[in-house]
């Protein structure tokens, strides 16, 4: 019998020591599936960041949901899927600032059921920023950016904090007033029209507001200029924005009687209209000072030249009789009065943002004739013309420069000389340079890049978009055509004109997408300038169009020519370009952009020597993808 207990004993022991295990083996088993239980939130990110440069890449597999991703500063660079985001249910917080982002932000993003904040300051994103309803999004920036317009902002009905500043957006957003959480408002920097404080939420729950360097009308009284600033509303509007003085002068005592009252009535007008004089004798003397002359009008009442001797160009005053020459149209009687004229003086309001060009200032104007041209200041040598010629010299330099034509370079159309400032006229080109096309505006979009103003009309939906292809290759043989040319040299001269520094911006758009080369005419200095090594920026060209990426460097290159040596270029071809069309027609298309970018190989090679000339790469293009029979 006790032998039989110690067995059942031992028995029921075992038995508890099984079923501990059994629940102890359970309980890591659930622990292990609730890792085996995978998230769709890695493939999510994935697919997401697939086509945007520098980002790494999750595994596919997750246990754990993501609720933050934060990439500041990584030099991300590409198209982000933003739709794909908002499949995140958990992410509460973006942060993607300081990058190189492009294209718009798809408005399914702001889907996100718990989005809180989003940070992309300081990318290169565009067009429309449009928003779908976010309950829980709280701060909101996108300084620093490309966009046009903003729409549906009263949707975001929790928002705080909302940082526009630093875009080109021309309305005031439409429903910005039923934002009533608003602690923080920043709009400064941009082309906005509005009515002010009619158009904004109620600024007693605001605590930090900035509309300055804007278009608004309206008024500002000064408990508002007290509260935020005068700084806030710094060249926030025009004329039509009155800004009360902080500090309201004192009531005058009332008058004891009608004499006195006559009197302090006479001195008032007197000190009022002493006080006018004053003013407006200041207001000459600074426009003097700064060089806005005034205009002097014909009897229909057209601007025909400035009433002053001088002009003031750059920082230097020069004859404003100097005579402007417009080649192609000699009996045109022109003067730099003129040219001071269509500029507003070379005033800001006319000056064309600084493209990456090397020389001065560039400023838009509108001749006689409707002849849009854009006039540069030349700083620094040019081709062909020393600079201590005499005025005679430096003309026939320029005309000689102004006979280089071909359908890809941009031509020098005239000039004026005055004392030792030069200016130079070239055609108005309306879409703007390479990179905007390539890198800045929306896709499938064609807006005037140098306008100040977005005219809607601008907006193309067409097959001349970044995701078409042919008009991507047409860009590069055009260049190519071009940069041969310049590399045959003045006719019998056996000298090649060296550009020296091509780059995107520095190539132009015409109404066709026809590129033209720009910023040319400068002399070669230091002799490392030479043909071999415009064939070398040429291949980066090529590169930079046919993967959409930008800002190359040697290391960049290096890695393009390592991915295209081991035959694995298509993978860098531009995600827009391989996702057109999947069919033979789309199979070609990828054929066309490989063999593309083994002409970029070529052409950076380390050794010039091994680097072709222009006019064999023009042939080998041409044979890439040859012309469409008529």
């Not at 920023?129 to 549906?152: H, K, M, Q």
């Not at 700064?290 to 601007?303: A, Y």
């Not at 020098?412 to 004392?419: H, K, Q």
Request: neutral net charge.
């Amino acid at each position: 019998m006790p032998y039989r207990r110690r067995v059942r004993s031992l028995l029921s022991l075992l038995l508890q020591v099984i079923v501990a295990a059994s629940a102890t083996a359970s309980s890591l088993y659930n622990r292990s599936s609730n890792c085996t239980r995978l998230l769709p939130d890695a493939e999510i990110v994935r697919n997401a960041f697939l086509h945007v440069g520098n980002f790494p890449l999750p595994r596919r597999s997750a246990c754990h949901p993501v609720r933050r991703l934060r990439f500041p500063s990584s030099n991300l660079t590409g198209v982000l899927r933003w739709e794909e985001l908002a499949n995140l249910s958990s992410l509460l917080t973006l942060d993607l600032s300081g990058n190189s982002l492009q294209r718009d932000i798809h408005a399914a993003f702001w889907r996100a059921p718990s989005l809180r904040a989003v940070d992309v300051s300081g990318n290169r994103l565009g067009g429309a920023l449009r928003f779908e309803p976010s309950a829980r999004l709280t701060s909101l920036n996108v300084a620093g950016n490309r966009f046009i317009s903003v729409d549906g902002v009263d949707m975001l009905a929790a928002l705080e904090n909302l940082d526009l500043s630093g875009n080109i957006i021309a309305a005031v957003p439409e429903g910005l007033l039923r934002l009533t959480r608003i602690r923080r408002l920043d709009l400064s920097g941009n082309m906005m029209a509005g009515l002010f404080p009619d158009d904004f939420p109620p600024l007693d729950g605001i605590d930090f507001l900035n509309i300055s360097h804007n278009r608004f009308s309206g008024k500002v009284d000064a408990h508002t200029v007290r509260k935020f600033g005068l700084s806030a509303f710094s060249q926030a509007g025009n004329a039509s924005l009155f800004i009360e003085e902080t500090e309201p002068a004192p009531a005058l005592t009332p008058p004891t009687s009608g004499r006195k009252k006559h009197r302090r009535g006479v001195l008032i007008v007197v000190v009022v209209c002493t006080v006018v004089a004053v003013a407006a004798l200041v207001i000459f003397a600074g426009c003097v000072a700064c060089g806005f002359r005034r205009r002097k009008k014909d009897k229909d009442g057209k601007t025909v030249s400035w009433a002053e001797e001088e002009v003031v160009v750059g920082a230097v005053k020069v004859a404003a009789t100097a005579p402007v020459v417009v080649l192609e149209r000699p009996l045109m009687d022109l003067t730099l009065a003129d040219l001071a004229a269509a500029t507003s003086g070379f005033g800001r309001e006319s000056q064309l943002a600084d493209v990456g060009g090397r020389s001065g200032a560039a400023y838009r104007a509108v001749l006689p004739g409707d002849l849009d041209v854009v006039v540069r200041v030349v700083e620094g040598g040019v081709s062909g013309v020393e600079e201590d010629d005499d005025a005679a010299a430096t003309a026939a330099g320029f005309r000689e420069l102004a006979r280089l034509r071909h359908p890809n370079i941009l031509p020098l159309l005239g000039y004026c000389i005055a004392g030792k400032e030069k200016l130079l006229l070239y055609e108005y080109m309306e879409k703007g340079d390479l990179h905007r096309w390539l890198h800045e505006l929306p896709t499938g979009s064609m807006v005037d890049a140098q306008e100040t103003s977005i005219d809607t009309s601008d907006i193309k939906e067409d097959s001349q978009s970044v995701c078409d292809w042919p008009a991507r290759h047409r860009m590069i043989l055009g260049i190519a055509r071009g940069l041969a040319f310049l590399h045959q040299g003045w006719a019998g001269s056996g000298r090649p004109i060296v550009h020296g520094h091509l780059v995107p911006t520095n190539i132009l758009l015409g109404d066709d997408l026809e590129p033209r080369i720009s910023d040319f005419m400068h002399q070669v200095g230091g002799g490392n300038e030479t043909p071999e090594s415009d064939v070398y920026s040429f291949g980066v060209l090529v590169f930079e169009l046919v993967t959409g990426q930008s800002k190359w460097d040697e290391a960049t290159v290096a890695w393009a020519r390592g991915v295209i040596r081991n035959k694995k270029g298509e993978n860098i071809v531009d995600a827009m370009l391989r996702e057109v069309d999947a069919g033979a027609a789309g199979q070609e298309v990828k054929r066309e952009a490989v063999e593309c970018l083994q002409v970029g190989f070529l052409c950076t090679a380390p050794s010039p020597q091994k680097r072709p000339m222009m006019q064999q790469v023009v042939g080998v293009l041409k044979d890439i993808r040859p012309a469409p029979a008529d």
